[in-house]
C-alpha cells in the first residue's frame, strides 16, 4: 500500500476517535448552552475534517485522465503541425482554445448556437470570467471522457496568443494548463518559430494585437511565454519542415500518441482553425521573403531578439 494513503487511513482513524470524545464532551456540556455551543462547532468542524480526508483518499486512488496541450504563438506554424497530429491514429485536436478570448466577438452579435460562453458574453451576464472558466473545465472533462471511452487520444491546441500578444500586459501564468491541472494529468509540448518570421506574418495578417507592436516588444513577449513553460519539451517548426518524419516521431513519442508514418500524404483532408499561412501539400522549408531595411535594423537592435536566438540558434 502507498505510504501516503496508509498515513491518510491512521489519520482517518485518529479523527473518528476524536469525533466520539468531541460527542461525549457535547453531551457532558449540554447544561451550558454556550459551552454546547462550542463542542458543536467543534463537533461540526471534526466532521467537515473528516470528509475532506476520506475525500483526500478517493482522490489518491483514482489517477487524473491524461490530456495533451500543444502550446505556441500566432504564425509560428501551429496549424501545420496540428493537422498532423490530427492525421496520427485516433488522434483528435480541439484546435485555438482559451476560455478568455474575446478576439472573435465583434460589434454585432455573431451566429453561434452551440458557444454558451460567447453567448454570455453577448448577454452581459455577471461574473462572466468565472463562468467562462467553469464552462471550459466542464466541456474539456466531458470531451475527454468521450473521446477516451471510445479508444481516442484528445490534444487541445491552446491559443496562447490570447495570453501573450493581447494589449498592454502579459498574463502572469498560462491561464489554459492552470485551470486544467487540477482536472487531468498534462502531456504537454512547445513549438516555436524563428520570431522574424513570425512577426512578419502577424504584420501581413493585421495580427499585432500587443502595445508597443514593435518587433522587440514581440521578441519580450515570446521570451516570457517560454519563461512560463520553461518545463515542457520544446521543438523548433524550422526542424519540423526540414524533416516532418523525425520530427513528428518526435512528438508523438512526447505526446505519448500512436505513429502513422504516412500522415504527410493525408494531414491536408483535416481541418483546422487558424490556417493563415503556407498553401500546398509539401512539407518543407521555404525562403524566407526579403526584409526591409527598417526591419532588417530593428532586428540588429533588439536585445530581446539576441537571446532567443543564442539559445534556439537561429
Not at 66 to 79: D, F, K, N, Y
Not at 215 to 224: A, G, K, L, N, T
Request: net charge negative; proline share 4%.
Amino acid at each position: 500500500m502507498n505510504l501516503d494513503l496508509v498515513a491518510l487511513n491512521r489519520l482517518i482513524k485518529e479523527l473518528d476517535e476524536s469525533v466520539e470524545l468531541i460527542e461525549e464532551r457535547a453531551n457532558l456540556a449540554l447544561g451550558s448552552l454556550s459551552q454546547a455551543n462550542v463542542a458543536q462547532d467543534e463537533f461540526t468542524d471534526s466532521k467537515s475534517l473528516l470528509a475532506k480526508c476520506e475525500k483526500a483518499v478517493l482522490n489518491h486512488s483514482k489517477p487524473k485522465p491524461v490530456i495533451r496541450l500543444l502550446h505556441h504563438l500566432a504564425c509560428s506554424g501551429g496549424t501545420l503541425i496540428s493537422k498532423c497530429l490530427a492525421a496520427q491514429p485516433n488522434v483528435f485536436i480541439l484546435s485555438e482554445l482559451h476560455p478568455f478570448s474575446t478576439l472573435h466577438l465583434g460589434e454585432k452579435a455573431k451566429y453561434l448556437p452551440a458557444d454558451i460562453t460567447t453567448q454570455a458574453r453577448y448577454g452581459r451576464l455577471p461574473d462572466i470570467e468565472e463562468l467562462a472558466a467553469e464552462l471550459f473545465v466542464a466541456n474539456i472533462k466531458h470531451t475527454e471522457k468521450h473521446v477516451r471511452q471510445r479508444g481516442g487520444h484528445l490534444v487541445l491546441r491552446v491559443h496562447n496568443h490570447v495570453d501573450y500578444c493581447l494589449g498592454d500586459n502579459v498574463q502572469p501564468f498560462e491561464r489554459v494548463s492552470q485551470l486544467l491541472t487540477e482536472h487531468f494529468e498534462l502531456i504537454q509540448l512547445v513549438t516555436i518559430r524563428d520570431p522574424i518570421d513570425a512577426y512578419r506574418s502577424l504584420q501581413e495578417n493585421g495580427w499585432l494585437h500587443f502595445n508597443p507592436n514593435t518587433f522587440d516588444e514581440y521578441c519580450r513577449r515570446v521570451q516570457i511565454f517560454l519563461e512560463h513553460c520553461h518545463s515542457i519539451p520544446t521543438l523548433r517548426y524550422e526542424d519540423f519542415v526540414s524533416n516532418p518524419q523525425q520530427t513528428m516521431l518526435t512528438i508523438t513519442d512526447i505526446l505519448k500518441i500512436p505513429f502513422n508514418e504516412n500522415f504527410s500524404e493525408i494531414y491536408e483532408l483535416f481541418n483546422v482553425s487558424g490556417d493563415s499561412g503556407r498553401s500546398g501539400g509539401d512539407i518543407c522549408a521555404r525562403e524566407r521573403r526579403t526584409l526591409s531595411e527598417d526591419f532588417l535594423a530593428e532586428i540588429e537592435k533588439s536585445e530581446n531578439y539576441k537571446k532567443i536566438a543564442a539559445h534556439f540558434e537561429y
